[in-house]
C-alpha cells in the first residue's frame, strides 16, 4: 500500500515526559514525524497533540494503538488531508532595502495574503499563514531574493466532521 498523509489528533492530560514517550512510538517503527504541535485544546485541563507523518493506511491503525497504550492518552485520531481543515504559519526575516526596491515584493505580499510584522533599517518580518504548497511557493519566490531567517510551525487542524471529544470524555470514568 502506498503512503499517505495522515494528521493525528492526541488528547492528553498534560504530564512531563509524554512527548518523549509519544515521539518514541514513531522512532522504533522508523517513522519520520513531518510535524507536530501541542497545544491546550477544546476541554479544560486537556492537551492536544496534532501530529502529521505519512504512512500506509494500515500502519495508522497500529500507531493510534500505541498512542492510546500511553496512560496520560485519553483519546488518539487520525484524518485524511480530505477530512481536516488546517493551517501552518511561517516567518520570514528580510532585507529591508528589498522592501523599497521596485515593488515587486510588496506585490507578491498583497497577492499572498502575507502581512509584514515588523520593520526596521535592517529588516522586515513577513507573517504567512495558510497550507504547505502555499508557504513553499512563497519561501520559493522570497529565497531568490535572499532570506535572511525563516521558520514555519507546524500544522494545527481542525476535522470537517464533528470529532464529539467532550462526550465521549463525559462517558469515561472518572
Known sequence: MENQSYTISVYTENNI????????????RH?????LNT???EIDGVSRFTIVVNVAPD???KLIGQIEK??????AFYHTEEETIYQESCLFKIKSDLLLEGG????????????????NKDFFVLEKSGNKKEIE???NYLNAFG??????????AITKNEMKISSLLNTLPN
Open 70 to 75: 500511553q496512560v496520560e492518552v485519553i483519546k
Open 31 to 35: 517513522i519520520n514525524i513531518e510535524s
Open 137 to 139: 511557493a512563497l519561501y
Open 104 to 119: 515587486e515584493i510588496q506585490q507578491k505580499i498583497i497577492e499572498t495574503n502575507s502581512r509584514i510584522v515588523t520593520v
Open 39 to 41: 497545544s491546550i485544546s
Open 59 to 61: 500502519q495508522i491503525k
Open 147 to 156: 532570506i535572511m531567517q525563516f521558520v514555519r510551525s507546524g500544522r494545527i
Open 17 to 28: 515526559g509524554l512527548l518523549n514517550r509519544i515521539s518514541a512510538i514513531f522512532q522504533r
